[in-house]
């Protein structure tokens, strides 16, 4: 258990001699400490000798001690492995000097491309307006030191580009009404492109290609006269205007709203409706994303997204529930959009009541022709009897 020498030995000695009542014998710190407990007198005895160890102290110090051994080999490594050792930290070192060169030219670089840039910038967007004969013209930033008018215009421009990425790029997005002699519909129908009147497909063959919704020919048709047609839609221009070419050949629809007349929100092109310089009481517009006229959706009839299904016919119910509006000569279309509004479906919802409506209708006409027979049956003679009238 423990190496005791031949002091040692002589203490215990005289401890039995004194005839202890108990011994406790431990260690702290990996040396031992004998503590004798004699007539209610505790007494200690140390041993600070590293050769008086416990075996947890002496296991723990020969580990420390291999462990420097091979420190010791790693470090000087012989005289054939010091030469070895030496080149690898010559090797990271210039790796790491390498890395920090490259690190320094690149942001030289990029520093000094964005200060030619912003110089660039600040000269071009920064200078005076001139007139036709090449004159400046005054502004109010003329009276201030040149590099400040400068940067003060340059200010200027970039936010008013940066309002053009984000806000329609008119404030009037349609041309005011025709007047008399010219006939202007009572009511403006705004359409998306993107799956309700075309579903786009894509392939690694074929690349884009948009599939034609079923009915869309008499859609456009039937409604040509009751409503001015509108496309709005967030596609880009050089796709949309091609592709109403081909849907619409007879040019029913009257104009055409890109991405350039969105408002950019939350990270989502919104249509403006309330720059279509149209009174919003009679404009519907059809979309199936809530998100897309989110600035107004007491005017969206928010139908079911067409998916390339040729069996589709919602068209033709959508049809009806328009021209129900324009025949009843409806004064604020957002009271009937806002019924229509609770409904997942709101063409399945209109198509139910006008099922209703008409069963109604024909139950009305049955009960007037059995009232009607009822009362020529009274008028006609009887041979067993006169009329009752």
């Known amino acids: 258990m423990l190496r005791f020498s031949l002091k040692s030995l002589n203490i215990l000695n005289n401890i039995i001699k004194q005839k202890p009542t108990a011994f406790i014998l431990f260690d702290n710190n990996f040396r031992s400490i004998l503590q004798v407990q004699c007539n209610s007198v505790n007494q200690r005895f140390y041993s600070k000798d590293s050769k008086y160890q416990t075996p947890l102290g002496n296991l723990l110090s020969n580990s420390k001690e291999v462990k420097e051994v091979n420190k010791e080999k790693v470090g000087g490594g012989g005289g054939g492995g010091g030469g070895g050792g030496g080149g690898e930290e010559e090797e990271k070192k210039k790796q790491r000097e390498q890395s920090w060169r490259t690190m320094k030219l690149t942001l030289v670089f990029f520093g000094i491309s964005f200060t030619c840039l912003g110089s660039y910038l600040v000269v071009t967007l920064g200078a005076p307006q001139k007139d036709d004969e090449g004159n400046v013209i005054r502004d109010q930033f003329s009276d201030s030191f040149v590099i400040t008018a400068y940067l003060m215009r340059t200010f200027r421009e970039l936010k008013f580009y940066s309002k053009l990425l984000k806000e329609p790029s008119r404030e009037k997005l349609l041309p005011d009404p025709l007047t008399y002699p010219?006939?202007?519909?009572?009511?403006?129908?705004?359409?998306?492109?993107?799956?309700?009147?075309?579903?786009?497909?894509?392939?690694?063959?074929?690349?884009?290609?948009?599939?034609?919704?079923?009915?869309?020919?008499?859609?456009?048709?039937?409604?040509?006269?009751?409503?001015?047609?509108?496309?709005?839609?967030?596609?880009?221009?050089?796709?949309?205007?091609?592709?109403?070419?081909?849907?619409?050949?007879?040019?029913?629809?009257?104009?055409?709203?890109?991405?350039?007349?969105?408002?950019?929100?939350?990270?989502?092109?919104?249509?403006?409706?309330?720059?279509?310089?149209?009174?919003?009481?009679?404009?519907?517009?059809?979309?199936?994303?809530?998100?897309?006229?989110?600035?107004?959706?007491?005017?969206?009839?928010?139908?079911?997204?067409?998916?390339?299904?040729?069996?589709?016919?919602?068209?033709?119910?959508?049809?009806?529930?328009?021209?129900?509006?324009?025949?009843?000569?409806?004064?604020?279309?957002?009271?009937?959009?806002?019924?229509?509004?609770?409904?997942?479906?709101?063409?399945?919802?209109?198509?139910?009541?006008?099922?209703?409506?008409?069963?109604?209708?024909?139950?009305?006409?049955?009960?007037?022709?059995?009232?009607?027979?009822?009362?020529?049956?009274?008028?006609?003679?009887?041979?067993?009897?006169?009329?009752?009238?």
């Not at 390339?308 to 959009?337: C, H, M, P, Q, W």
């Not at 069963?359 to 006409?365: I, K, T």
């Open 182 to 389: 010219y006939v202007q519909p009572k009511y403006t129908l705004v359409l998306e492109v993107t799956d309700v009147l075309v579903h786009p497909d894509w392939t690694y063959n074929t690349g884009w290609r948009f599939k034609k919704r079923p009915l869309l020919d008499y859609f456009l048709e039937s409604l040509k006269d009751q409503y001015e047609i509108v496309v709005y839609t967030a596609e880009q221009g050089m796709t949309v205007f091609p592709l109403i070419e081909a849907i619409d050949p007879k040019n029913i629809i009257a104009y055409k709203l890109v991405r350039d007349a969105t408002h950019f929100s939350g990270g989502h092109h919104v249509k403006s409706l309330e720059k279509l310089n149209r009174d919003l009481s009679k404009v519907i517009c059809i979309d199936w994303n809530s998100k897309n006229v989110k600035f107004n959706p007491e005017n969206l009839f928010c139908i079911k997204r067409w998916t390339g299904d040729n069996n589709d016919t919602s068209l033709l119910d959508l049809v009806g529930f328009l021209k129900a509006i324009a025949d009843n000569d409806i004064d604020d279309v957002r009271e009937v959009l806002k019924v229509y509004r609770q409904y997942d479906d709101p063409i399945e919802a209109f198509r139910e009541k006008q099922k209703r409506f008409i069963d109604q209708l024909e139950a009305q006409a049955a009960a007037k022709r059995e009232q009607e027979k009822s009362k020529v049956s009274r008028w006609t003679p009887s041979f067993l009897r006169r009329s009752s009238y």
